[in-house]
Each structure stands twice: as structure tokens, then as C-alpha cells.
């Protein structure tokens, strides 16, 4: 029976592959406060790959994809936002069923690829969230991880680890053997060049994407990656930053907070990171909802964050699992400039095949108003955190 809430807010319950550790010189920049290798400005010349060469591995494949460098993406933070949103303009006009017209559909193509394809979308996400501008998400996640001590005092895990026995020498010095602390495993679906973690040896990240944008980044869907059999090579951590809303399938977005359980220890965490208005402008969704539609999907919030544009959810398996429930779309809010960001629950039906990608609108709900073919957005930009 689908789930019916009511407009107050309120919502009652209705029915391995390991990413090798980062080279020692991105970690040193790190340290001194310098970009990521691959973000380094690099000199112009017919040998450096585009974005788009190095995505699509015609590139030489020891170099990840020079976002700041790329002609295609402006070095001024203001254009850089509005090529996203001509980028989000496009995409969403791709996902529109009123899309009938092939014709159309290429002139969009065409001009999607005239601002230099996906990859550039990407190159300048990315480079949006340079770290030297405090502004990856991964920050966040790491704070919680530290201070919840997730992975590292597992009680099942530290039972399982034989006692450490000190070999006693001659003239009576103890010497321990060097206990290898088991690194934390997180799963980072969407990770485009796969840096996040970098900076943190005792993260052990498993980095996909469906375009990567680096060679350590695995190129597969997160419905198709699979997921591990043994136990010990379970995730600690799934992260979605980002990612909900990318996708252009509102039952794959359901789908996506149930399938992550699959890649997760028992009460293994996932981590979602979606544009703040996602929830506080949508007329679909709002911050009870989704904690409704979480508990439904089997996740307890363990902590969530507001910032000025994005929204921060570290979530836990429970203990009681997804309900199979149906979240349908329905209306939590009323009131023009609203977005109609929704994501909706189908147990049991199949993941939808090649609905394209709608990382967001063109404008803020609220704020930017419509978007150039009159329609109203669909969600707040992502990327401007
Ligand atoms: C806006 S970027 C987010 C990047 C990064 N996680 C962050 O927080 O800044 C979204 C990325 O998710 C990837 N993506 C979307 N759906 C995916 C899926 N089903 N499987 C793997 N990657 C996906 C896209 O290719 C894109 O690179």
C-alpha cells in the first residue's frame, strides 16, 4: 500500500576492488595546502589530453584529466557555475518525456558536446570542489568518522584480531609485532577523479563512476558494480555525494538507497550529500520526509548537517531493515517558486535503463525562477558549494 503523508511535515511509517593508496606527491601537496596533481595548471601543448580524451581513455592513461586547465572550463568561478547550469539546462531538457522530436534531441546533443560534453561537466564539477577552496564534501563525512569511531573500534572486528604476544629476547626487551590496523572501506559511487579521500591514509576508498575521470576510478554503474561476497570485504561506507540527484530515474533513486545495503557489514553507514533546496524548496520532499522514507528504506539517521547549499545525512543500516514500502511522488508543499526535486521508493521493480542524467535545473527554486523553456526546476544547482 503506497505511504501517504500529510503537508504538516510529519510522516508516520505506511506499510572488491580496493583504489590503490594516493601517490606520495598528491598527499605531500595536500599537506601544503596545494591542489591535487591533477588539477595543477599544466602547460598549454598539442600533448595534454582534454577532459574528454582522458575520460574516454584515449588519453595517455597516467594522467587524470586537467580540469582547471581545459580551455573548455572559465577560471572564473562565476562562469565556471554557469556552464553547470547550461550543462543542467540541457540535461534536463534531455530527460523530459515532452522530448519527442529527434531533431531536437540532437540539436541538445550537439550543443551539450559544443560546451565540451559530460567530461566538462564533470572537470568543472570537480574543480568547484578544489579542496584549496574548502569546498569537498568528504570533509564533512570524515568529521563523523572520526568522532563516531567508525571501523575503527568494531568490537566484532577487534574479537576476530588474535591477541597480540610479545616475542621475549635474550636480555629480556619485549618486542611487539606490528599489528596492521584494518583500514576503513568506503565505497565512493560518483567519484569522477576519485580524490576525496586521498588525504586519509587509514581510508581504503573504492572509487566508481560511470565516467571517471582518473585510471584508479573503476568506469561502472553502481547498479552493476558488484557487490562483495566474502564478509570481511563488505564496505564500512557507502558514499552517494551528489549522486541521488545526478541521476535521472526517480525510482533509480529510490532504488539506489535500497541497493546500497548490499555492499555494506550489517550495520554498515551510508553517507548522502544532496543540494540543500532538494529539501527545503521542493514541493516533494522536505528533511521529514526523507528521514521517513530512510527509515523506510532500512537507514537510521545517525547525523545530519545543514550548510548554505548542500545537505549532509550520515545514515546506519538498522537493525530492522527496508520495510518494502512504496513512496509514491506527492505533494509536502505548496506555493510557487518551488522545485519539484522528488525521488520515489518501488520495491521489487526493475533499475530503469537509460534515463539520462539530470545532475540538476537550470536555477534555484525560489530564487533563480524558471528555467529557459518555462519550466520550473526540478532541483537546485549541485555544484556551487
Ligand atoms: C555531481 S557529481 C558528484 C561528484 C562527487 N561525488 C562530489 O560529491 O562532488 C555526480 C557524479 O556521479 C556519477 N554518477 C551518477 N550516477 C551514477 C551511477 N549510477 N553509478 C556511478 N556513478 C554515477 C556521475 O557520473 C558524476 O560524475
Redesign the pocket.
Known amino acids: 500500500m503506497p505511504h501517504t503523508n500529510n503537508l504538516n511535515g510529519k510522516f508516520s511509517r505506511p506499510s572488491r576492488s580496493s583504489s590503490p593508496p594516493p601517490p606520495p606527491a598528491d598527499r605531500k601537496a595536500k599537506r601544503a595546502g596545494r591542489k591535487p596533481a591533477f588539477l595543477a595548471k599544466k602547460p598549454k601543448s598539442s600533448a595534454t589530453p582534454s577532459a574528454k580524451e582522458a575520460a574516454i581513455g584515449s588519453a595517455p592513461s597516467t594522467t587524470a584529466a586537467p580540469a582547471a586547465s581545459d580551455p573548455a572550463i572559465p577560471r572564473n568561478r562565476t562562469k565556471q557555475t554557469e556552464l553547470i547550469r547550461a550543462f543542467h539546462a540541457i540535461e534536463k531538457q534531455l530527460a523530459s518525456p515532452a522530448l519527442t522530436d529527434p531533431d531536437e534531441r540532437k540539436k541538445l546533443e550537439q550543443e551539450r558536446e559544443r560546451l565540451g560534453g559530460?567530461e566538462t561537466y564533470?572537470a568543472a564539477?570537480?574543480h568547484g570542489?578544489d579542496k584549496t577552496r574548502g569546498g569537498?564534501?568528504?570533509k564533512w563525512l570524515v568529521k563523523q568518522i572520526k568522532d563516531l569511531k567508525i571501523g575503527v573500534d568494531d568490537k566484532d572486528k577487534l574479537k576476530a584480531q588474535p591477541k597480540a604476544e610479545p616475542t621475549i629476547l635474550e636480555d629480556g626487551t619485549k618486542v611487539w609485532p606490528k599489528v596492521e590496523r584494518k583500514k576503513l572501506r568506503l565505497l565512493?559511487?560518483?567519484?569522477?577523479a576519485g580524490t576525496?579521500y586521498e588525504g586519509y591514509p587509514w581510508i581504503a576508498p573504492t572509487s566508481?563512476?560511470?565516467?571517471p575521470?582518473a585510471p584508479h576510478v573503476v568506469k561502472?554503474?553502481?547498479?552493476d558494480?558488484p557487490a562483495p561476497e566474502k564478509d570481511e570485504d563488505k564496505f564500512d561506507v557507502v558514499?552517494?555525494?551528489?549522486?541521488i540527484?545526478?541521476?535521472g530515474s526517480l525510482v533509480?533513486r529510490g532504488h539506489?538507497l535500497l541497493h546500497a545495503h548490499s555492499y555494506l557489514t550489517p550495520r554498515g553507514y551510508l553517507y548522502i550529500?544532496l543540494p540543500l533546496p532538494c529539501l527545503t524548496n521542493s514541493r516533494y520532499l522536505s528533511h521529514d520526509r526523507l528521514t521517513a522514507i530512510l527509515d523506510s528504506t532500512g537507514w537510521d539517521v545517525i547525523r545530519k548537517h545543514d550548510s548554505a547549499r548542500l545537505t549532509y545525512w550520515l545514515v546506519r543500516r538498522s537493525e530492522t531493515g527496508p520495510d518494502g514500502v512504496e513512496w509514491k511522488r506527492e505533494q509536502v508543499r505548496t506555493g510557487a517558486g518551488r522545485n519539484n526535486f522528488c525521488l520515489v521508493v518501488k520495491p521489487g521493480s526493475p533499475v530503469e535503463r537509460g534515463v539520462p542524467?539530470t545532475?540538476a535545473s537550470t536555477a534555484k527554486g525560489g530564487k533563480g525562477g524558471k528555467a529557459k523553456d518555462g519550466t520550473e526546476p526540478e532541483v537546485a544547482t549541485?555544484?556551487e558549494?
Open positions: 559530460l564533470q564539477s570537480v570542489g569537498e564534501s568528504s565512493d559511487v560518483g567519484a569522477i576525496a566508481i563512476d560511470l565516467n575521470l561502472s554503474n553502481f547498479f558494480f558514499a552517494l555525494s551528489l549522486v540527484n545526478f541521476e533509480n539506489m550529500v542524467s545532475a549541485a555544484d558549494e
